[in-house]
């Protein structure tokens, strides 16, 4: 038979094309970033014109609200280089500054969205890092889908993780509602958060209790995450109108019933957690005392705390009353994280001592940092396992 | 009660965050895509401090391998823009290039993977764009998980498109097993063909038939798609080996088998389908005929042919024989799809001319353009809708 196609000849007018691509952008092969064995990272930037390449990492310290940076060095080829010192495990975002211009790096493919911002990312194991990486573990499942919120008055998208062998089983399951911040949406877990690497890598240790997890969307207005809905591609606003004006927390329960009528979930108080960063800690606090006998398990991330002082909503009427009826009704676990350089520092430490008085046990650990997705995925790492036990 | 918190003051200090990070990186608040109700397009792009500033897109007509690209102009602010001639309501990438340095737009964070290139993207509707942008209808659902493929003897990642009203039906559904080209991954339909917006909109429009559309990973030596496996993040290759050397053919009873055993799927030869674009194109030309009695419908979307001859496996062993025996059993529909200027053209032309010798009957069609994502997002919208009925 006669041979009318040749692999040989794909490759290489791919390589043509992928050549003169890179004479145009100016895209050498060569590997950014690169994690050395010693856990120094190195960062390499073809840029044979440009007067002054910088590195910003998100593990600088930073000066005020300005990042700190790193002068790179060009060598004779045009390509600027910088060697961090050894880093500790984690998962890290970085970008270059070109003669002053923020620009991504062409060679590092991976990236995640923050707000508006997109960053490239990379991770150093050997620590917490491989908490957040895929693992030869077994996987759960992450669905995207949309539910009826008839409060709403819409169809909203939402996220869902199942762990490991949720589908051949016939078994019911634990249910942690997981909220974001402000800014964020049903993607920033999974994206920012490492969701399903922190609960496979969790359960496969043993560490975790199988559960679902879902990430809700926590912005009233939005339909789905900018890009996923009716809006399309538009850039998005760190603030989303109406987001803590208790719209959310009173139509929380289209959420549960979705959960509870389409996942095979246990649906008593001790099978069901809620928590949440910043703003989705604001939600899990008022959404856990406004439906009292609801969760066992509350965790606040960072947390904001009260309502702004123009809201007003019956969600956030008796408030203390309402966390007088929490405490009297009981739960396992009130746990409370925040880092000691956090802007929500003093008022988180107001809210604890609010609580001391009115005697309402609860967990609380503090970290270095402040308020960052760094934090997150470790208290994420931290609550899960104190989970449904 | 006392107020803790006020948000005000987290408006005011993300403010001054936003602030700081502009001054540093240069990023004013300004919109970038703009597409303009006349179906122009404007790009913004800040960089005071640059000599030259172009903006390349797919739209723009190439020489040979390089990309065409226009000059933008600066104003007084330091903000180059550039506003292009009405655009054929499609989805576009884009970059710019800065002194002679490719840049993602910082003002638009959607961006899409190719291999290892991240491109911005927008869409420009009034046309087959509507196709691809999410609309007010109902939507199915998109799931990431992990089967057992034993003949390759690894755990592999999946993506999978359920309808609207896959979950709360009782109904078994037709289903389309959708294979990627080299390069792709399980990613790739629904990043860069928009397959949930597509199948969305078409099912919404009675034009196709509600069906579970199977994304799998072609690549027999992957487990997962770059960043989403064991490997991490690294910097993906064009050309993945084993891609086409029989054992993926070989293997795809494993998905099949997977998709049978847990989506309620209809398993007869008139409701299973198979299509694919480029070296998937090969897959579905392949699978189909060394499993004859399997697939009703094929598609091939830019199809990659024949292996090439240093490939030796059973799965390539009498290619003619297997073709005539898919001939005699009998089919719905042999769809073929092709750009007039792709580099396969004359490879698919030879095929054609192939079947018609054999009597092997087919549907054709012949659309401007070469090897694009532009056509194959059109033939899967062309296809879908002759499907199952």
Redesign the interface.
Known sequence: ???????????I?????????QA????AQI?SPEVNSDKTVTFRFQ?P??KEVKLTGDWMPSE????GSELMIKDDKGVWSFTTKPLESDLYGY?F????????D??????I?D????TN???V?GGKGDLY????V?????????YDSPSLKK?R?ITIYTPPGY?SSTDNYPVLYLLHG?GGDEEAWINLGRLSQIMDNLIAQGKAKPMIVVLPNGNVSQS?A?????R??Y??Q??VPNT?DGNYEASFPDIMKFVES?YRVKTDNANRAIAGLSMGGFHSLHISRYYPNTFDYVGLFSA??????D?SHEVYND??GSLEKQMENGYKLYWIGMGKTD??YK?GE??RS?LDNMGMKYNYVETDGGHTWTNWRVYLSQFAPMLFK
């Open positions: 038979m006669k041979r009318i196609f040749s692999l040989t000849i794909l490759v007018l791919f390589c043509a094309s992928a050549s003169a691509q145009l952008w100016g895209g590997t840029a014109d440009a005020g609200w300005v990042p970008a500054l070109v003669d002053g211009l923020r620009s991504t062409p060679n590092n493919p991976f990236l969205r707000v508006a911002s997109v990312v990379f991770i194991g990486s895929v693992n030869d077994l996987h759960g499942s992450v669905i995207r889908r949309w169809q998208r589908e402000a789905a900018p890009g996923e809905g009716l399309g591609f850039k998005p760190f603030m803590m389409n904001a705390i009260l309502p702004n002082q809201v408030i203390d802007f929500l008022s107001e809210y609010k």
